[in-house]
């Protein structure tokens, strides 16, 4: 299994502009999640998904968009980008929703908006 | 509002001695918790967890204790490794099991 991959690995985007960060996942989970990383600073959650067709915000919404339209599937949409959103986005999965359930992270997308 | 943090940002160790990273929760009510490893470039990485009705648990190499009345976690590392460098988190998890939140982080470095 490739396990959670996301693409792209780097991206610059100029303010105001728009781009899909793409997470797939192969492991068959149900549950997943978009998170962003500032330097130095822990992960903050954006959206989170339990199944297709489903989504829930998180602590960090504001400015972000997804869709969950099968199971592998969980791509997030910035439509305006702004400076604040220059962060590494870490997309994960789990199979279960329970208080002692794993999350397997991808290996992040590191987006620069000037 | 309900926090996770850790009290230091950088750990300096030399090889082979033993890490001990802390952490302090505020939610006296979680009852989850997670010690994540990222390397550079790299996404968290599962280390070991521990619930609430335990008060340590052992992997290998690696210890997380867990003192409910002060609200306090930490991991131990056993003779560190220059592989072990990274920067270390400890999360909690939610009631309904569908939010991590996070601490601030604690950077690792092994002196050879």
């Known amino acids: 299994n490739a396990g959670v991959t996301q693409t792209p690995k780097f991206r610059i985007l100029k303010i105001g502009q728009s781009m899909t960060l793409q997470c797939t996942q192969d492991?068959?989970?149900?549950?997943m999640y978009w998170y962003r990383q500032d330097p130095g600073m822990g992960l903050k959650l954006i959206y989170y998904?339990?199944?297709?067709?489903?989504?829930d915000k998180g602590e960090v919404p504001n400015g972000y968009n997804v869709s969950r339209s099968t199971t592998e599937d969980f791509p997030l949409r910035l439509e305006l980008a702004a400076p604040s959103q220059t962060s590494v986005y870490f997309c994960?999965?789990?199979?279960?929703?329970?208080?002692?359930?794993?999350?397997?992270f991808g290996p992040g997308t590191r987006l620069t908006v000037l | 509002g309900e926090s996770v943090g850790l009290h230091l940002p950088t750990l300096s160790v030399q090889e082979g001695d033993n890490s001990i990273i802390n952490c302090a929760y505020s939610?006296?009510?979680?009852?989850?918790f997670i010690w994540y490893k990222q390397e550079s470039g790299k996404g968290p990485q599962f280390i070991i967890d521990?619930?609430?009705?335990?008060d340590k648990r052992q992997g290998q190499r690696v210890t997380v204790l867990l003192n409910k009345t002060v609200k306090h976690l930490s991991l131990q590392i056993a003779a560190t490794q220059p592989g072990d460098s990274a920067v270390y988190f400890c999360?909690?998890?939610?009631?309904?099991?569908?939010?991590?939140?996070f601490g601030g982080g604690t950077r690792l470095m092994v002196k050879p």
């Open positions: 521990i619930r609430s009705n335990m």
């Open positions: 492991m068959n989970h149900n549950y």
């Open positions: 994960a999965s789990s199979r279960y929703q329970s208080s002692y359930n794993e999350q397997f």
């Open positions: 998904s339990v199944g297709a067709g489903i989504t």
């Open positions: 999360a909690e998890m939610n009631n309904a099991g569908n939010m991590l939140t």
């Open positions: 939610n006296s009510a979680s009852d989850y």
